[in-house]
């Protein structure tokens, strides 16, 4: 029910070219609710999209986000990215126009939600975030970041937020949301709420810490049954399921 909301409030931003993100059911929700101010620097990777997502950095060229934030597969020179920048109004902010989009091959609004987004040129001096290609990392601590609404039915944020959320088991999660995709998607939050993602911050990496300490993406934000509450954790598309179709579309759009 909360997804197949999501489709048509998806297709009304996108028209819109408004900042609340898709995939909204039919109540109020919340951003990164329970977040705290990225420092500038930070999340490198970050980039937040003009139709009102978030992305992170794939490749200099490249920027990964959800299905849902896009219409089709095809040219596209009408989304802005900004980058660079915790403040979206900093005068040190870089912006690029999109010059394509790839949307996952049968994306229908249930699981498979993840696009890329290649950018008219590339970006250089920005790390880039690493994609899980494995389960391994598919559990434990994740950070969640964006510039999405910061309590439910809230405004979009002019600064970047951070909070962190715990796993949360797909046989836990598919109580919350019989209608669970278990292989293409990972669920996280708190039993309590509080803390979340939220309308805006959609297409944005969830990520942790790999073996090395460095940072690596397992989820891209996805959907839930309004923001932070109780026992309705966050969905994210399950990333390790996808790395290699994701690889597959990067490197024939270029890399
Ligand atoms: N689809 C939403 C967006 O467009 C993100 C929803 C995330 N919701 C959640 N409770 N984690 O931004």
Same mark, same amino acid.
């Given at each position: 029910?909360?997804?197949?909301?999501? +489709? %048509? @409030?998806?297709?009304?931003?996108?028209?819109?070219?408004?900042?609340?993100?898709?995939?909204? +059911?039919? @109540?109020?929700?919340?951003? %990164?609710?329970?977040?705290?101010?990225?420092?500038?620097?930070? &999340?490198?990777?970050?980039?937040?999209?003009?139709?009102?997502?978030?992305?992170? !950095?794939?490749?200099? /060229?490249? @920027?990964?986000?959800?299905?849902?934030?896009?219409?089709?597969?095809?040219?596209?020179?009408?989304?802005?990215?900004?980058?660079?920048?915790?403040?979206?109004?900093?005068?040190? /902010?870089?912006?690029?126009?999109?010059?394509? %989009?790839?949307?996952?091959?049968?994306?229908?609004?249930?699981?498979?939600?993840?696009?890329?987004?290649? !950018?008219?040129?590339?970006?250089?001096?920005?790390?880039?975030?690493?994609? +899980?290609?494995?389960?391994?990392?598919?559990?434990?601590? &994740?950070?969640?970041?964006?510039?999405?609404?910061?309590?439910?039915?809230?405004?979009?944020?002019?600064?970047?937020?951070?909070?962190?959320?715990?796993?949360?088991?797909?046989?836990?999660?598919?109580?919350?949301?019989?209608?669970?995709?278990?292989?293409?998607?990972?669920?996280?939050?708190?039993?309590?709420?509080?803390?979340?993602?939220?309308?805006?911050?959609?297409?944005?990496?969830?990520?942790?810490?790999?073996?090395?300490?460095?940072?690596?993406? %397992?989820?891209?934000?996805?959907?839930?049954?309004?923001?932070?509450?109780?026992?309705?954790?966050?969905?994210?598309?399950?990333?390790?399921? &996808?790395?290699?179709?994701?690889?597959?579309?990067?490197?024939?759009?270029?890399?």
């Amino acid at each position: 029910m909360v997804r197949r909301l999501l +489709a %048509v @409030v998806v297709t009304a931003a996108a028209l819109a070219g408004i900042a609340p993100g898709p995939a909204q +059911a039919a @109540v109020p929700r919340e951003s %990164v609710v329970g977040g705290t101010r990225a420092a500038q620097g930070e &999340f490198p990777f970050m980039v937040r999209l003009s139709m009102g997502c978030g992305g992170a !950095l794939y490749s200099p /060229r490249l @920027v990964l986000t959800a299905a849902h934030c896009v219409s089709r597969t095809g040219t596209n020179t009408s989304i802005t990215a900004t980058l660079g920048a915790v403040d979206l109004q900093s005068s040190s /902010r870089i912006t690029v126009q999109s010059n394509y %989009v790839y949307r996952a091959p049968g994306y229908n609004g249930n699981g498979k939600d993840w696009a890329l987004i290649r !950018l008219a040129t590339p970006v250089t001096g920005l790390a880039t975030l690493p994609v +899980a290609t494995n389960t391994t990392y598919n559990t434990g601590t &994740f950070t969640i970041v964006g510039w999405g609404a910061a309590t439910e039915g809230g405004a979009q944020q002019r600064y970047l937020l951070k909070a962190t959320v715990p796993f949360v088991p797909d046989a836990t999660c598919d109580n919350s949301y019989p209608d669970l995709i278990p292989s293409d998607e990972i669920c996280a939050g708190y039993a309590s709420g509080g803390v979340d993602t939220c309308q805006g911050d959609s297409g944005g990496p969830m990520f942790r810490r790999d073996a090395s300490n460095a940072w690596i993406q %397992v989820g891209i934000v996805s959907w839930g049954n309004g923001c932070a509450r109780p026992n309705y954790p966050g969905v994210y598309t399950e990333v390790s399921t &996808f790395a290699s179709a994701i690889a597959t579309a990067a490197a024939s759009l270029g890399g």
